[in-house]
């Protein structure tokens, strides 16, 4: 519709079809109300407030440089109230049970969304999970918490959804030349996700809200033909003449497909000893290594929004901090603002932490992973499993000095910094417990050394982060996955193995759920487009 020329702020301007987009900020209370919103999107726009019926958020951000912090909305102004809903439902998917099957191995992130995917495509996906449904791993993760048992087919990384479900749900990544992180977004909202993670410049779903999704996603898979074994942990690969023929199950079952897109995140570490076993190529890559930081989340409100109280209409506060040190990275990692640091162990007999928080991030605590990035040790390309060894040696550590439970080693963080013991230790939400250790004991020198840099750093940028309120908590070990699998740049398969596709984080091509998803995506795509047997 042409609205024809009108004019504001002594300007005259031609509109078609009105639609218009506007930045503004706003202080929090007005930005909570999309009457005043619509005004100042208006105001801003030159617009005559008759003219606008409907305004609509497509961004919002805190920015929170300032005393005073501000909301950033990029606004959608119209001539009509309308505006199109998100979707409330996912698409209907295609037939596919006479489809071409693929196998897929591991039903996290990239798992789902390659299952997805190769349904668009008309291909039957087969996900083969080692761990138990949504509903059935729960129990698991209270025996974890209460009674120090890991299972290793089911836990915090392992099971339904993969590390994905009990994670934090923190949507945002720096992957966005990947592929269409926006279209991954809608299909979590498709699915059951909140729509403001369309909007929020730092999407968060919350542990709570994931498993009702990743459900879904599970039965819409399901109801057009495709199939998702539980308890199905794969333990060999069915290749002759340079061609996977299928997978072999743990439980003696055969499955047989000429694609299979290996999707296990970075702890299937027997994976990555049977590719190695078999000949079948792996390499050492970089990862991280350090401890989850953990303090009340008041003081993290008080140093980033400059006020000894927050305002209840900004959100818990959260950060992000980089530092070199000595020649190496070190950085905050999956900051969890209201959250709980959760005990990701995949096996019994080590210790590993990270982190998650709930969709109101109301937990009185705010915790992150600071981690310093590591290089493959030296004769890694002789053995390339040499860092997943010594990575499971100071877990395997951790849980030596934490009692030989899942009680984590800790110390406080000032005296970390000033090498002395810590006599006691705060309130902490790692539901295990924690144990006092000088964590120089613990952690590597090159880690623990650059550690105690990286903070006073941090400490120094942020003023209250130093603090003996804090306290570290170890080890953070799985940030990424210490090796990589190599695939051929055009077809994304293993260079040695026709139809075996390695993919996500296991593989060493994402780090998060968005980018895994995407990875999922892509693999999906490059098994399409290959040619039948
Ligand atoms: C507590 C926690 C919080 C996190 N918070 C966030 C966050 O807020 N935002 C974010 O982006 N990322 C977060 N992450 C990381 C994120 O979950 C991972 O990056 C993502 O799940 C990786 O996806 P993936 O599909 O590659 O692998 P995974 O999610 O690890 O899935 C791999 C699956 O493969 C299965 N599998 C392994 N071996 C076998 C086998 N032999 N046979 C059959 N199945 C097998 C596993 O059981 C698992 O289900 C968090 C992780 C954790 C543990």
């Keep these: 519709m042409d609205v024809g020329p009108w004019s504001g702020n002594g300007r005259t301007l031609h509109l ?106 008309g291909l039957r996906p087969i996900i083969l999970e080692r761990g138990k449904d949504v509903r059935a791993r729960r129990r698991d993760l209270a025996a974890i918490n209460r009674e120090h048992l890991v299972d290793p087919d089911s836990n915090y990384c392992f099971g339904e959804g993969g590390a994905g479900t009990y994670s934090d749900g923190k949507l945002y990544t720096r992957s966005d030349k990947r592929g269409d992180v926006a279209a991954v977004l809608r299909t979590f909202v498709a699915f059951g996700a909140p729509p403001d993670i369309l909007v929020d410049a730092h999407p968060h779903i919350g542990t709570n809200k994931l498993p009702h999704i990743i459900t879904a996603m599970r039965q819409a898979i399901i109801s057009v033909g495709g199939s998702v074994h539980f308890g199905c942990r794969v333990n060999d ?89 000595e020649g190496r990275g070190v950085y905050s990692f999956c900051m969890c603002p209201g959250g709980i640091i959760a005990p990701c162990a995949t096996a019994p007999g080590e ?46 550590a951790a849980w030596r000095m934490g009692g030989e439970r899942q ?13 002395r013991p810590s006599s006691d230790l705060p309130a902490c939400s790692y539901p295990p417990g924690i144990v006092p250790v000088p964590l120089d004991e613990l952690l590597p020198a090159a880690v623990s050394l650059r550690l105690r840099g990286g903070l006073q750093a941090f400490g120094e940028k942020m003023r209250g982060y130093r603090s003996n309120e804090a306290v570290l908590v170890a080890v953070e070990s799985r940030t990424s996955s210490p090796v990589r699998i190599p695939r051929d740049p055009g077809t994304l398969a293993h260079p040695q193995v026709q139809g075996l596709y390695p993919c996500a984080e296991g593989a060493g091509y994402a780090g998060g759920i968005v980018s895994a998803a995407l990875d999922g995506e892509r693999v999906a795509d490059a098994v399409a487009v290959r040619p039948g047997p």
């Excluded at 439902?89 to 992130?109: E, F, Q």
């Excluded at 990270?354 to 590591?374: L, T």
């Design 351 to 396: 210790v590993v932490t990270n982190g998650w928080s709930p969709s109101k991030r109301n937990n009185p605590f705010a915790n992150s992973g600071i981690v310093v990035a590591v290089d493959p040790p030296a004769g890694s390309d002789r053995d390339p499993l040499a860092a997943m060894r010594w990575q499971g040696q100071v877990e395997q």
């Design 407 to 419: 009680c984590a080693p800790a110390q406080r963080m000032e005296d970390f910094i000033r090498r």
């Design 16 to 121: 078609c079809a009105m639609h218009r987009t506007v930045d503004i900020a706003l202080p929090p209370r007005e930005a909570a109300d999309p009457a005043l919103v619509r005004e100042a999107a208006a105001e801003a726009a030159a617009m005559p407030l008759e003219i606008v019926k409907g305004a609509r958020i497509l961004k919002r951000s805190i920015d929170a440089r300032s005393k005073q912090p501000l909301v950033r909305l990029r606004v959608e102004l119209s001539d009509s109230a309308e505006f199109p809903a998100p979707l409330a439902a996912p698409p209907p998917l295609r037939d596919v049970s006479g489809g071409r099957p693929v196998i897929i191995v591991g039903c996290g992130p990239a798992g789902l969304f390659a299952a997805l995917r190769l349904i668009g495509h």
């Design 237 to 325: 690969f069915l290749v002759s003449q340079g061609r996977i023929h299928g997978v072999r199950t743990a439980q003696g079952t055969e499955h047989l497909a000429d694609s299979v897109v290996l999707a296990t995140g970075h702890s299937a570490r027997d994976i990555l000893e049977l590719l190695h076993s078999k000949g079948i190529r792996i390499e050492a890559k970089s990862f991280a290594m350090g401890v989850r930081i953990e303090h009340p989340q008041a003081v993290i409100d008080r140093i980033r929004y400059h006020s000894a109280q927050r305002d209840p209409l900004l959100p818990p506060a959260s950060y992000s901090v980089v530092q070199q040190v």
